[in-house]
Nanobody, 124 residues
Framework: VQLVESGGGMVQPGGSLRLFCAAS????????MAWFRQAPGNVREFIGT????????YYADSVKGRFAISRDNAKNTAYLQMNSLKPEDTAVYYC??????????????????WGQGTQVTVSS
C-alpha cells in the first residue's frame, strides 16, 4: 500500500483547506485510515481516524468541530477537511493506514502505512 497526500499549502487564519490521501492497491476498503500531524520540535500528533466503511470517526479534542475526515472507497481516497484554521494548526500532515484492525486507533504505532506528508501553514 502506498499513500500520497496532497492539498497542503498556506492559508490565512480562519480559512479552510482540504487534504487528500490517495492509496494504491485494491484493498483500500480493508484499511482504517487516520490523519496525524507534526510541527517542528513536536511529537507526531493524532488528529482523527475513520473506519473502513466510513461510518465511524474519532477526533482529537484539539480539532473536534473544526476538522472532518471522510473517505471514498470507490476512489481509494481519504480526505481531511480543515475549517477555522489557526496558526497552531501549522504542521506537516500525514495520512496513515491500519491494515490489521478496524479499531479507531489513536497511536501512530498502530498504523502500518504512511504517506510522505504535506505541509500546511496557517499565517496572516
Amino acid at each position: 500500500v502506498q499513500l500520497v497526500e496532497s492539498g497542503g499549502g498556506m492559508v490565512q487564519p480562519g480559512g479552510s483547506l482540504r487534504l487528500f490521501c490517495a492509496a494504491s492497491g485494491p484493498t483500500f476498503n480493508r484499511l482504517a485510515m487516520a490523519w496525524f500531524r507534526q510541527a517542528p520540535g513536536n511529537v507526531r500528533e493524532f488528529i482523527g481516524t475513520i473506519s473502513r466503511s466510513g461510518l465511524r470517526t474519532y477526533y482529537a479534542d484539539s480539532v473536534k468541530g473544526r476538522f472532518a475526515i471522510s473517505r471514498d472507497n470507490a476512489k481509494n481516497t481519504a480526505y481531511l477537511q480543515m475549517n477555522s484554521l489557526k496558526p497552531e494548526d501549522t504542521a506537516v500532515y500525514y495520512c496513515a493506514a491500519d491494515a490489521t484492525t478496524n479499531t479507531l486507533n489513536t497511536r501512530d504505532i498502530d498504523y502500518d502505512y504512511w504517506g510522505q506528508g504535506t505541509q500546511v501553514t496557517v499565517s496572516s
